[in-house]
């Protein structure tokens, strides 16, 4: 078994999520790269990975994680703004709450 890395900005998103991390490891380091500490400790790790990975700090409002969160598992391989864009079709329209693969097409039109 390997040994857990030191979380700092070298390590991958990836690499950060095979690991488990206690939630003030992760507000310290958010606190020292000028990352938004606040949260809970999942959309902190969120956070740490996007940074990570692309050098940004993503700030997401609470209701566009909401909406990341209820749509990412029935949207794969769409981004954050297409599944948005899906989102707030399908709460526009009557009836059933429940995604089809439909929806996707029906709110990019």
Request: charged fraction near 35%; proline fraction near 4%.
């Amino acid at each position: 078994m390997s040994e857990r890395p030191e979380l700092n900005k070298n390590l991958s998103g990836a690499e950060l999520r095979r690991w488990y991390w206690l939630k003030e490891e992760l507000t310290d380091f958010c606190r020292e790269n000028g990352l938004p500490a606040s949260g809970s400790k999942t959309e902190i790790a969120d956070r740490i990975a996007v940074f990570l990975d692309t050098g940004k700090v993503e700030t997401l409002t609470r209701t566009k994680r909401t909406i990341k969160r209820n749509v990412e598992n029935i949207t794969p391989g769409h981004t954050l703004d297409e599944a948005i864009r899906c989102w707030k079709y399908k709460k526009s329209q009557p009836g059933s709450n429940e995604y089809e693969d439909s929806d996707l097409s029906s709110a990019s039109e």
